[in-house]
């Protein structure tokens, strides 16, 4: 079993740029693939963007591409995202998550993170 933090997170306008972390404990954090989803109000929990377990394969949804950047640094057990040029639609609840297979499905994913509110103001 493998425990995740998450931090960062908050309020900034349109435009900006915000960086979320997901601290691992319990397990290696090597033996994860990691991945970032989002949910939105009355919508389903979204993929966003993940990474293999050694950083060198990466997978993003097409309304990120060139605007975020996942990333993980193994020895320090922590995930993270880069958000650059954000805007209005992509305010929502972000999640860490852990799981086997680098897939944009959430249910193939074992080990969440608590969640982290991301709002974005026009």
């Known amino acids: 079993q493998v425990q995740l933090v998450q931090s960062g997170g908050g309020l900034v306008q349109a435009g900006g740029s915000l960086r979320l972390s997901c601290v691992a404990s319990?397990?290696?954090?090597?033996?994860?693939?990691m991945g970032w989803f989002r949910q939105a109000p009355g919508k389903e929990r979204e993929f966003v963007l993940a990474i293999s377990r050694s950083g060198s394969i990466t997978t993003y949804a097409d309304s990120v591409k060139g605007r975020f950047t996942i990333s993980r640094d193994n020895a320090k057990n922590t995930l993270y995202l880069q958000m650059n040029s954000l805007k209005p639609e992509d305010t929502a609840a972000y999640y860490c998550?852990?799981?086997?297979?680098?897939?944009?499905?959430?249910?193939?994913?074992?080990?969440w993170g608590q969640g982290t509110q991301v709002t974005v103001s026009s």
């Open positions: 319990g397990r290696t954090f090597s033996n994860y693939v």
């Open positions: 998550a852990a799981g086997d297979w680098l897939r944009p499905d959430p249910n193939e994913y074992d080990y």
